[in-house]
T-cell receptor, first 114, second 116 residues
């Protein structure tokens, strides 16, 4: 069964600094998607960034980028120039190609210190 | 309205009550999902509907009964719940086949359920 592990229950960073959130996953599939979702106190899960496993290039969305290491089954999220609005729960998620199920990690609570 | 909307946002019910959660998606997607989010636990997939047919049921107790009358609407009917069923229930949708299949799910804001 596929599993997703986020080993950091909580992280904090100073505003304008850079922070990296860790995620590892376990799968026997070769084709899959990986995602980082953000859940602010308003509760709505919002997609931050998406990576397709067949792409070697790491995905980037403005201040958010990932370090995708397929062999190591690692998918970390780097947030540059942290802003107060980045404070939220961050969930790493995995979905096998063609599968219905999106498997989530336990989440990392990110606090931004002004 | 755009995106995925869920009603009610908050629900308090007794163990003998019957209530329903409603989800509506305005994205033209062909798959809809119910997830349960409890404190200190990963999100748990409950049900998946693809093209209005239930394709996944993750050993959910029968006191939770889903209904998908069309590709835009999804319900979760609740009856004789237990206090441990108190949680945030998230609805999501996705485009599972053909053009627009990016693999991601689009979520609603959730329904916070408290069972007394």
């Amino acid at each position: 069964a596929q599993t997703v592990t986020q080993s950091q229950p909580e992280m904090s960073v100073q505003e304008a600094e850079t922070v990296t959130l860790s995620c590892t996953y376990d799968t026997s599939e070769s084709d899959y998607y990986l995602f980082w979702y953000k859940q602010p106190p308003s509760r709505q899960m919002i997609l931050v960034i998406r990576q397709e496993a067949y792409k070697q290039q790491n995905a980037t969305e403005n201040r958010f980028s990932v370090n995708f290491q397929k062999a190591a089954k690692s998918f970390s999220l780097k947030i540059s120039d942290s802003q107060l609005g980045d404070a939220a729960m961050y969930f790493c998620a995995y979905r096998a190609w063609g599968a219905q199920k999106l498997v989530f990690g336990q989440g990392t609570r990110l606090t931004i210190n002004p | 309205e755009t995106g995925v909307t869920q009603t009610p946002r908050h629900l308090v019910m007794g163990m003998t009550n019957k209530k329903s959660l409603k989800c509506e998606q305005h994205l033209g997607h062909n798959a809809m999902y119910w997830y349960k989010q409890s404190a200190k636990k990963p999100l748990e997939l409950m049900f998946v509907y693809s093209l209005e047919e239930r394709v996944e049921n993750n050993s959910v107790p029968s006191r939770f009964s889903p209904e998908c009358p069309n590709s835009s609407h999804l319900f979760l009917h609740l009856h004789t719940l237990q206090p441990e069923d108190s949680a945030l229930y998230l609805c999501a949708s996705s485009q599972d086949r053909g053009t627009g299949n990016t693999g991601e799910l689009f979520f609603g804001e959730g329904s916070r359920l408290t069972v007394l």
